[in-house]
Protein backbone atom coordinates (compact mmCIF):
# COMPACT_ATOMS: atom_id res chain seq x y z
CA UNK A 1 0.00 0.00 0.00
CA UNK A 2 1.28 3.71 -0.72
CA UNK A 3 2.36 6.01 1.78
CA UNK A 4 2.22 9.74 1.09
CA UNK A 5 5.18 11.54 3.74
CA UNK A 6 3.76 14.79 4.30
CA UNK A 7 0.77 16.79 3.08
CA UNK A 8 -2.27 18.91 4.33
CA UNK A 9 -5.87 16.98 3.74
CA UNK A 10 -8.57 20.10 3.58
CA UNK A 11 -12.12 19.78 2.81
CA UNK A 12 -12.46 16.85 0.57
CA UNK A 13 -14.54 16.26 -2.67
CA UNK A 14 -18.40 15.07 -1.18
CA UNK A 15 -19.55 13.16 -3.96
CA UNK A 16 -19.51 9.21 -4.17
CA UNK A 17 -19.70 6.60 -1.04
CA UNK A 18 -18.80 9.14 1.33
CA UNK A 19 -21.86 11.29 0.09
CA UNK A 20 -24.05 8.49 0.20
CA UNK A 21 -23.24 7.32 3.61
CA UNK A 22 -23.37 11.34 4.82
CA UNK A 23 -26.67 11.45 3.48
CA UNK A 24 -28.45 8.53 4.42
CA UNK A 25 -27.26 9.12 8.16
CA UNK A 26 -28.81 12.80 7.82
CA UNK A 27 -32.11 11.16 6.76
CA UNK A 28 -32.29 8.79 9.44
CA UNK A 29 -31.34 11.45 11.85
CA UNK A 30 -33.93 14.19 11.09
CA UNK A 31 -36.61 11.31 10.50
CA UNK A 32 -35.95 10.16 14.38
CA UNK A 33 -36.06 14.06 15.23
CA UNK A 34 -39.17 14.69 13.55
CA UNK A 35 -40.91 11.45 15.23
CA UNK A 36 -39.45 12.35 18.88
CA UNK A 37 -41.09 15.60 18.31
CA UNK A 38 -44.47 14.31 16.99
CA UNK A 39 -44.77 10.62 18.36
CA UNK A 40 -42.52 9.60 21.25
CA UNK A 41 -43.65 5.87 21.25
CA UNK A 42 -43.36 5.86 17.55
CA UNK A 43 -39.06 7.42 18.43
CA UNK A 44 -38.66 4.76 20.82
CA UNK A 45 -40.22 1.77 19.22
CA UNK A 46 -37.51 3.00 16.35
CA UNK A 47 -34.84 3.05 18.88
CA UNK A 48 -35.19 0.21 20.24
CA UNK A 49 -35.51 -2.06 17.27
CA UNK A 50 -32.60 -0.23 15.10
CA UNK A 51 -30.00 1.26 17.95
CA UNK A 52 -27.64 -1.78 19.07
CA UNK A 53 -29.15 -3.83 22.70
CA UNK A 54 -27.01 -6.41 23.02
CA UNK A 55 -29.87 -8.35 24.92
CA UNK A 56 -32.33 -8.47 22.40
CA UNK A 57 -29.98 -9.70 19.99
CA UNK A 58 -28.55 -12.21 21.99
CA UNK A 59 -31.43 -13.45 23.40
CA UNK A 60 -34.13 -12.71 21.12
CA UNK A 61 -32.18 -13.24 17.82
CA UNK A 62 -33.04 -9.62 16.83
CA UNK A 63 -29.52 -9.41 14.51
CA UNK A 64 -30.43 -6.93 12.15
CA UNK A 65 -29.66 -4.33 14.41
CA UNK A 66 -25.90 -5.25 13.78
CA UNK A 67 -26.91 -3.74 10.56
CA UNK A 68 -28.89 -0.84 11.80
CA UNK A 69 -27.40 0.64 14.72
CA UNK A 70 -25.33 3.18 12.75
CA UNK A 71 -27.61 4.78 11.31
CA UNK A 72 -28.99 6.12 14.52
CA UNK A 73 -27.68 9.49 16.40
CA UNK A 74 -28.60 11.47 19.63
CA UNK A 75 -27.92 14.56 20.18
CA UNK A 76 -26.50 17.30 17.24
CA UNK A 77 -22.85 17.51 18.04
CA UNK A 78 -22.62 14.42 18.20
CA UNK A 79 -24.18 13.50 14.82
CA UNK A 80 -22.14 16.90 13.46
CA UNK A 81 -18.83 15.17 14.20
CA UNK A 82 -19.72 11.74 13.28
CA UNK A 83 -20.42 13.40 10.12
CA UNK A 84 -17.61 15.74 9.26
CA UNK A 85 -15.29 12.48 10.42
CA UNK A 86 -16.81 10.00 7.91
CA UNK A 87 -16.40 13.36 5.41
CA UNK A 88 -12.43 14.01 5.79
CA UNK A 89 -11.41 10.45 6.24
CA UNK A 90 -13.84 8.47 3.99
CA UNK A 91 -13.31 10.98 1.33
CA UNK A 92 -9.64 11.14 0.96
CA UNK A 93 -9.75 7.11 1.31
CA UNK A 94 -12.23 7.13 -1.30
CA UNK A 95 -9.94 9.40 -3.97
CA UNK A 96 -7.43 6.83 -3.48
CA UNK A 97 -8.88 3.90 -3.45
CA UNK A 98 -11.85 4.01 -4.54
CA UNK A 99 -15.88 3.78 -3.69
CA UNK A 100 -15.87 -0.22 -3.23
CA UNK A 101 -12.83 -0.63 -1.12
CA UNK A 102 -13.77 2.51 1.18
CA UNK A 103 -17.46 0.86 1.79
CA UNK A 104 -16.22 -2.61 2.33
CA UNK A 105 -13.79 -0.87 5.36
CA UNK A 106 -16.66 0.48 6.79
CA UNK A 107 -19.28 -1.53 6.66
CA UNK A 108 -16.34 -4.34 8.08
CA UNK A 109 -15.67 -2.22 11.03
CA UNK A 110 -19.60 -1.39 11.81
CA UNK A 111 -20.15 -5.19 12.03
CA UNK A 112 -16.38 -5.49 14.06
CA UNK A 113 -18.00 -2.85 16.28
CA UNK A 114 -21.13 -4.40 16.99
CA UNK A 115 -19.93 -7.96 17.64
CA UNK A 116 -16.65 -6.54 19.98
CA UNK A 117 -20.12 -5.05 22.00
CA UNK A 118 -22.39 -8.46 21.78
CA UNK A 119 -18.83 -9.88 22.83
CA UNK A 120 -18.26 -7.37 26.38
CA UNK A 121 -21.94 -7.97 26.76
CA UNK A 122 -21.55 -12.29 27.37
CA UNK A 123 -18.09 -11.48 28.87
CA UNK A 124 -19.42 -8.44 31.50
CA UNK A 125 -23.01 -8.56 32.88
CA UNK A 126 -24.33 -5.33 33.35
CA UNK A 127 -22.31 -4.24 30.31
CA UNK A 128 -25.53 -4.14 28.15
CA UNK A 129 -26.51 -0.63 27.25
CA UNK A 130 -27.59 0.17 23.97
CA UNK A 131 -24.91 1.10 21.24
CA UNK A 132 -25.48 3.55 18.56
CA UNK A 133 -23.79 5.84 15.69
CA UNK A 134 -20.91 5.46 13.12
CA UNK A 135 -18.05 5.44 15.73
CA UNK A 136 -17.16 1.93 15.18
CA UNK A 137 -17.14 2.16 11.00
CA UNK A 138 -14.96 5.41 12.00
CA UNK A 139 -12.20 4.10 14.01
CA UNK A 140 -12.12 1.04 11.20
CA UNK A 141 -11.34 4.19 8.93
CA UNK A 142 -9.41 5.92 11.32
CA UNK A 143 -6.99 3.05 11.85
CA UNK A 144 -6.94 2.54 8.09
CA UNK A 145 -5.77 5.99 7.45
CA UNK A 146 -3.09 5.65 10.36
CA UNK A 147 -1.42 2.87 8.82
CA UNK A 148 -1.32 3.45 5.29
CA UNK A 149 -0.49 7.50 6.00
CA UNK A 150 1.15 7.54 9.16
CA UNK A 151 3.37 10.53 8.17
CA UNK A 152 0.87 12.80 6.54
CA UNK A 153 -0.18 15.83 8.44
CA UNK A 154 -3.54 17.27 8.34
CA UNK A 155 -6.16 19.38 10.06
CA UNK A 156 -9.24 17.79 11.10
CA UNK A 157 -12.84 18.62 12.67
CA UNK A 158 -12.41 20.23 15.60
CA UNK A 159 -8.40 20.15 16.59
CA UNK A 160 -7.39 23.59 15.66
CA UNK A 161 -3.53 22.28 14.64
CA UNK A 162 -2.00 20.47 12.47
CA UNK A 163 -1.17 16.56 13.60
CA UNK A 164 -0.04 13.44 11.55
CA UNK A 165 -2.30 10.71 11.25
CA UNK A 166 -0.40 8.16 13.31
CA UNK A 167 -0.19 10.63 16.37
CA UNK A 168 -4.08 10.96 15.65
CA UNK A 169 -4.80 7.74 15.41
CA UNK A 170 -2.93 6.85 19.08
CA UNK A 171 -4.81 9.54 20.73
CA UNK A 172 -7.87 7.92 19.91
CA UNK A 173 -6.88 5.11 20.89
CA UNK A 174 -5.76 5.51 24.26
CA UNK A 175 -8.98 7.62 24.67
CA UNK A 176 -11.17 4.62 23.69
CA UNK A 177 -8.82 2.29 26.15
CA UNK A 178 -9.50 5.15 29.02
CA UNK A 179 -13.17 4.85 28.33
CA UNK A 180 -13.09 0.99 29.22
CA UNK A 181 -12.76 1.94 32.92
CA UNK A 182 -15.90 4.17 32.48
CA UNK A 183 -19.39 3.62 32.38
CA UNK A 184 -19.27 4.39 28.70
CA UNK A 185 -17.30 0.69 28.52
CA UNK A 186 -19.17 -0.88 25.67
CA UNK A 187 -18.49 1.91 23.29
CA UNK A 188 -15.07 2.21 23.93
CA UNK A 189 -15.00 -1.59 23.12
CA UNK A 190 -17.38 -1.45 20.26
CA UNK A 191 -14.78 1.13 18.55
CA UNK A 192 -11.74 -0.70 19.47
CA UNK A 193 -13.45 -3.78 17.97
CA UNK A 194 -14.42 -1.23 14.35
CA UNK A 195 -10.46 -0.46 14.34
CA UNK A 196 -9.71 -4.51 14.86
CA UNK A 197 -11.57 -5.17 12.07
CA UNK A 198 -10.40 -2.58 9.91
CA UNK A 199 -6.96 -3.44 10.68
CA UNK A 200 -7.38 -7.31 10.02
CA UNK A 201 -9.09 -6.12 6.42
CA UNK A 202 -6.19 -4.28 5.18
CA UNK A 203 -3.79 -6.98 6.32
CA UNK A 204 -5.18 -9.76 4.89
CA UNK A 205 -8.42 -8.66 2.43
CA UNK A 206 -7.08 -8.68 -1.50
CA UNK A 207 -5.68 -5.30 -2.29
CA UNK A 208 -8.40 -3.98 -3.84
CA UNK A 209 -11.11 -5.25 -1.90
CA UNK A 210 -13.57 -8.14 -1.99
CA UNK A 211 -15.81 -7.14 -4.06
CA UNK A 212 -12.95 -6.04 -6.96
CA UNK A 213 -11.46 -9.28 -5.95
CA UNK A 214 -14.48 -11.25 -6.65
CA UNK A 215 -16.08 -9.32 -9.72
CA UNK A 216 -11.93 -10.56 -11.48
CA UNK A 217 -13.10 -14.09 -10.54
CA UNK A 218 -16.48 -14.09 -11.83
CA UNK A 219 -15.19 -12.15 -15.58
CA UNK A 220 -11.79 -14.78 -15.11
CA UNK A 221 -14.39 -17.58 -14.87
CA UNK A 222 -16.75 -16.27 -17.70
CA UNK A 223 -13.68 -15.51 -19.91
CA UNK A 224 -12.13 -19.26 -19.18
CA UNK A 225 -15.73 -20.41 -19.87
CA UNK A 226 -16.09 -18.88 -23.52
CA UNK A 227 -12.51 -19.83 -24.36
CA UNK A 228 -13.64 -23.63 -23.34
CA UNK A 229 -17.18 -23.41 -25.95
CA UNK A 230 -14.70 -21.59 -28.56
CA UNK A 231 -11.88 -24.66 -28.30
CA UNK A 232 -14.78 -26.98 -28.24
CA UNK A 233 -16.29 -25.75 -31.13
CA UNK A 234 -13.15 -25.57 -33.16
CA UNK A 235 -12.75 -29.27 -32.20
CA UNK A 236 -16.21 -30.25 -33.83
CA UNK A 237 -15.62 -27.88 -36.74
CA UNK A 238 -12.34 -30.04 -37.50
CA UNK A 239 -14.46 -33.39 -37.26
CA UNK A 240 -16.67 -32.12 -39.67
CA UNK A 241 -14.26 -30.94 -41.74
CA UNK A 242 -12.10 -34.55 -41.46
CA UNK A 243 -15.39 -36.47 -42.33
CA UNK A 244 -16.35 -34.23 -45.02
CA UNK A 245 -12.70 -34.77 -46.89
CA UNK A 246 -13.09 -38.33 -46.18
CA UNK A 247 -16.35 -38.27 -47.96
Request: aromatic share 18%; glycine share 8%.
Amino acid sequence: MPRISSSVLGFPDFRGFTRALILWNLVAYFVLLILGAFSRPLYDFAIVHLALVPALVLHHGWIWQLGTYWIIHQGILATVFELLSIWFLAAFLESTHGSRWVAEIFFISVLGAGFAALLLALALPGSELPVWGCYGGIFGLLIVFGVLYADMEFMMFPLPFMIKAKYLVAVYMLIALAMLFSAQRIFAFSQLGGALAAWLYIKFAPRRGFSTASSESIYGLRNRYYRWKRRRAAKKFEVYMRKHRDN
